[in-house]
């Protein structure tokens, strides 16, 4: 069955501090992955997908085959990155629904 | 363009009683997607159409729900006989399908629903 479990409901860090944000999923295939975010009082939106490789706002995340993993990685967390991160599965058709974990709260405080 | 748009953005009714949500997809986008989303968890799908058609629909869609998307452009999600359960965000959202990978999918606001 497809699921993507997000372990951690609540981080919280320190500005500065190095941040990862765990991710696994379960799905039998080539899944792609993609992390979205949820900034307060906005609407969920794209941060980065693991096909495009590319840092996002100091973010980045790699996809990890062998331990089904897609960890959200920023070095140095700023204040303005607090917000309800979602990890997200989608098969390997384009436009497949996507499957969300159940998010973590990234709480930055300086 | 505004991007996905739900109307209304908030509703309460009594338990019992039907409710409808509007959604207008990013204009271009031939995809249209359903969530429902709770406290604490994360965004659930409902079900999804490809211009007209729809072509899945979670086991979470029970014989109260029923969406629309007549023309290929707005969705209507009509939830009949309301209960309690029901309280939850409903989410729309849409994309562009493409052959292959990437394929971004763009969401709405929501639209709250209570039911009291």
């Known amino acids: 069955a497809q699921r993507v479990t997000q372990p951690e409901k609540l981080l919280s860090v320190f500005k500065g501090a190095p941040v990862e944000l765990k991710c696994n999923y379960s799905y039998s295939g080539s899944p792609e992955l993609f992390w979205y975010v949820q900034y307060s009082r906005q609407r969920l939106q794209l941060l980065l997908r693991h096909i495009s490789r590319e840092s996002i706002k100091g973010f980045t995340a790699d996809l990890n085959k062998g331990e089904t993993s897609f960890h959200l990685k920023k070095p140095f967390a700023q204040e303005e990155d607090s917000a309800m991160y979602y990890c997200a599965l989608s098969g390997h058709q384009a436009g497949t629904a996507l499957i969300f974990g159940k998010g973590t709260t990234l709480s930055v405080s300086s | 363009d505004t991007g996905v748009s739900q109307n209304p953005r908030h509703k309460i009714t009594k338990r019992g009683q039907n409710v409808t949500f509007r959604c207008d997809p990013i204009s271009e986008h031939n995809r249209l997607y359903w969530y429902r989303q709770t406290l604490g968890q994360g965004p659930e799908f409902l079900t999804y159409f490809q211009n007209e058609a729809q072509l899945e629909k979670s086991r979470l869609l029970s014989d109260r729900f029923s969406a629309e998307r007549p023309k290929g452009s707005f969705s209507t999600l009509e939830i009949q006989r309301t209960e309690q359960g029901d309280s939850a965000m409903y989410l729309c959202?849409?994309?562009?399908?493409?052959?292959?990978?990437?394929?971004?999918?763009?969401f709405g606001e929501g639209s709250w629903l209570t039911v009291v």
């Open positions: 959202a849409s994309s562009l399908a493409l052959t292959g990978y990437g394929n971004t999918i763009y």
